[in-house]
Every structure is written in C-alpha cells, then in structure tokens.
Nanobody, 123 residues
Framework: QVQLVESGGGLVQAGGSLRLSCAAS????????MGWLRQGPGKEREFVAA????????YYADSVKGRFTISRDNAKNTVYLQMNSLKLEDTAVYYC????????????????WGQGTQVTVSS
C-alpha cells in the first residue's frame, strides 16, 4: 500500500487560507486516485475532495465547492488541498487518502489513508 503523510495544518482565522500537502511513498503514486477526507469534533468522517490519477477530473463536497481546490503533482508524488475562505465549520482533522478511482473516494471507499493533520479555524 502507498504510504501517505499529511502536513500543512494549523490555526487560521475565519476567512483565511491554508494549503495542505500529502507526500506519498512508493513508485506507483500515479496509479492511485487521491483525495481528502475530514472528521470534525463529534462528527463522522466525511468526503472533502478527490482527483483522478492524471488530475483530469476532480470532485468536491457541496460544503467546500468554490472554496477548496485539490491538485496533484505526480512527478513529486504529492497531492495538495488549497483551502480558501475558511469557515469555523471547516475545523477538523484532514486525512489524505488513496483509492482505486476518484468516484470510489467520493463514496468514502479508500485503499489507504494517512495519519491526518489538524486544521483549526478561529473567529
């Protein structure tokens, strides 16, 4: 399984921006669709965004459309999540995930995921 390590989380004010990164190990990164999931305090894990193997297709949860952007750099084995116009409701642990397809990740089905990085949005 591909190994994933998230970074870039932290404390940010509402309305601000933050960029998360996910570094993947292994030689087959480009074979995986990638995505981001999150789990807020007292809530269940939910889908945030997904991207296809080549980056040609992306999917977003309705709650983050227009504010978040997922991208990937296969040469660097890295996937990113640019988060703009952050809201208090975005506070959560964000997990990077790998899957067989972006549609599977959108449905919450993943092959592997990282340890997560905390994002806290304050007013």
């Amino acid at each position: 399984q591909v190994q994933l390590v998230e970074s870039g989380g932290g404390l940010v004010q509402a309305g601000g921006s933050l960029r998360l990164s996910c570094a993947a190990s292994g030689r087959t990164f480009s074979s995986y669709a990638m995505g981001w999931l999150r789990q807020g305090p007292g809530k269940e894990r939910e889908f945030v965004a997904a991207i296809s193997t080549t980056g040609g297709s992306t999917y977003y949860a309705d709650s983050v459309k227009g504010r978040f952007t997922i991208s990937r750099d296969n040469a660097k084995n890295t996937v990113y999540l640019q988060m703009n116009s952050l809201k208090l409701e975005d506070t959560a642990v964000y997990y990077c995930a790998a899957g067989i397809s972006s549609s599977r990740i959108r449905s919450g089905v993943v092959t592997n995921w990282g340890q997560g990085t905390q994002v806290t949005v304050s007013s």
